[in-house]
C-alpha cells in the first residue's frame, strides 16, 4: 500500500452492509490506532487507555472514516475487538497503520 489514506468524508456504520452488496466498497478496511476523541459513557478508562482504533473504508474511490449510527466516530479500544467486528461485517482482511508509536529502523545486524 503505497498511499497513506486520510478520510474525506464519513459513513456510518450501518451503511456497511448496504455499501457492500452495491459493491461500492473497495480495497481493504485500514485499521487506524490514534489518539482517543470520543469520551465513552463509563466503559473506557481514558486516562490509562488514551489512544484507540479507528476505521476507514475506500467508498466510491474515497476514504471514508466509520461513525456509529448515534453520528460520533466509532472507536475500539483494542485491535482485537475491532478485527472482531470486521469479520462480524464480513471483512476478512485489513490494512493497520499505527499513527502513535515511532517505528525505528533495524540494524545490519537485526535485518540478517
Known amino acids: 500500500m503505497n498511499v497513506t489514506p486520510l478520510p474525506s ?3 456510518r456504520q450501518n451503511d456497511l452492509a448496504i455499501l457492500a452488496a452495491e459493491n461500492r466498497i473497495g480495497d481493504y478496511p485500514v485499521a487506524v490506532r490514534t489518539a482517543r ?4 459513557g463509563g466503559f473506557a478508562n481514558q486516562v490509562a487507555h488514551p489512544n484507540t482504533w479507528i476505521v476507514y473504508f475506500l467508498v466510491d474511490g474515497q476514504w471514508a472514516l466509520v461513525e456509529s449510527t448515534r453520528g460520533l ?6 485491535l482485537d475487538r475491532l478485527e472482531k467486528w470486521l469479520r462480524s461485517c464480513g471483512f476478512r ?4 497503520r ?13 535485518t540478517g
Do not use: K, M, Q
Open 9 to 11: 468524508f464519513t459513513i
Open 93 to 96: 482482511f485489513f490494512w493497520v
Open 98 to 110: 499505527n499513527d502513535i508509536d515511532f517505528t525505528e529502523t533495524l540494524g545490519e545486524e537485526e
Open 37 to 40: 476523541e470520543v469520551v465513552s
Open 73 to 78: 466516530r466509532r472507536e475500539w479500544a483494542s
